[in-house]
Every structure is written in C-alpha cells, then in structure tokens.
T-cell receptor, first 113, second 117 residues
C-alpha cells in the first residue's frame, strides 16, 4: 500500500518568513495530494490540493508543488502569520484505492512573533 | 459549502459501555464516508470506509464487531464503539467525500473526543 513520509516534524519560523514542508510517497499510482491544517482539538481542514496532471498550484499565500518523477510534493507558505501555527498533514491517494487517503506523520508549525 | 458535522463533540463513558458517534454531511450528499482515529500527537489512521447502503470496509487490524459502522443515508454515517475500554480512548474523526465534486476530495468533521474510564 501507499506510504507517505513527511518532514520536518516540527518547524519554527519568524512571522513574515516562509515555511516549507516536504512529503514523499511510494505508490506511483497515487494521483491526488491534499494538504490539511489541524488546529488543536479540531478536525483537519483542507487548505490546498494538487492532482498529478499539474506540477504546481497556488492559492494566495499557499502553494503546493509536485514532482511525479521523484514522487515528492511540498507545501509552501509565504508571509507566515501567527494564525498559521497548527499541525499540517500531507496525504496521498488515488481513485482506484477506494478514494482512500494515506496521511503523513504531520508537521507542527509554530510562527513566532 | 462542504460542511461535515459530528455529534457528540466529547463523550466520557464507563468501561464496558457502548458509544455511538454520528457523522453528517450538511450541504452535500456523501456516498462514501471515512472513519479515522487519532491518538495524541499522532497522525490520522483510517479505520474503515463507509459506503451508503452497503457494508463498511475495515482496515487491517480494526475489529469490525467492535467498531460498528452504519451508513443508512447519503448524509449520515454512525460509528458505534461497543464494549469500550480505556485503550479505545481517542479522537475519532469522520470525513465525507463529495460525490458531485472532485474524485478524491474529503471534508472532515470536527472530531469526537472519547474518554473511557
């Protein structure tokens, strides 16, 4: 089955700096890669996703890049703000797998003032 | 749009009792819902896939007789933890796939914190 690895496990940045979180996946059949933000005690919130037919997607301060050859994808957050502090999870999945998602281990992002 | 609710948000029960958690898609139809369990400071682990009108598909190592799943309508799935024990204490989260939207998009509920005494 799919295996998704995520790095780093913790990330501390200064407000206004950029944050980058990286994930790798094992199953070349995976074609859908969402990113979720989870605040303490809450459910994950979808913040951006990318499908295997594109290499990059951007939504305001958030961008995701995908390298299918290397089987890795990354989340980029620019101009970080304190409210960006949360745990971020990457995930991978494909339609043939019953639409199941395999999650990475999570990254605790802390944006310091 | 794409709102998923869970009820209750928090439950405390005695060992040996059963607890039912509801997951509802509020503004869309969900032919497929997923149930996850998350222990503190860990990732989400898929427990089972719930399909409307058919039996749920459980992940390896998840006891189907202990975690009963019912998906009776396109907007409601329930997870019943039977004969709960302290080791079942966890954060249970459901997600729903919007059948009319992207092929894989899952929207998550706010989670249910289960504490078994």
């Amino acid at each position: 089955g799919e295996n998704v690895e995520q790095h780093p496990s913790t990330l501390s940045v200064q407000e206004g700096d950029s944050a980058v979180i990286k994930c790798t996946y094992s199953d070349s059949a995976s074609n859908y890669f969402p990113w979720y933000k989870q605040e303490l005690g809450k459910g994950p919130q979808l913040i951006i996703d990318i499908r295997s037919n594109v290499g990059e997607k951007k939504d305001q301060r958030i961008a995701v890049t995908l390298n299918k050859t290397a089987k890795h994808f990354s989340l980029h957050i620019t101009e970080t703000q304190p409210e960006d502090s949360a745990v971020y999870f990457c995930a991978g999945g494909f339609k043939g797998g019953g639409n199941k998602l395999t999650f990475g281990t999570g990254t605790q992002l802390k944006v310091e003032l | 749009g794409a709102v998923v609710s869970q009820h209750p948000s928090r439950v405390i029960c005695k060992s040996g009792t059963s607890v039912k958690i509801e997951c509802r898609s509020l503004d869309f139809q969900a032919t497929t819902m997923f149930w996850y369990r998350q222990f503190p400071k860990q990732s989400l682990m898929l427990m089972a896939t719930s399909n409307e009108g058919s039996k749920a598909t459980y992940e390896q190592g998840v006891e189907k007789d202990k975690f009963l799943i019912n998906h009776a309508s396109l907007t409601l799935s329930t997870l019943t933890v039977t004969s709960a024990h302290p080791e079942d204490s966890s954060f249970y989260i459901c997600s729903a796939r919007d059948a009319s939207g992207g092929e894989n998009e899952q929207f998550f509920g706010p989670g249910t914190r289960l504490t078994v005494l």
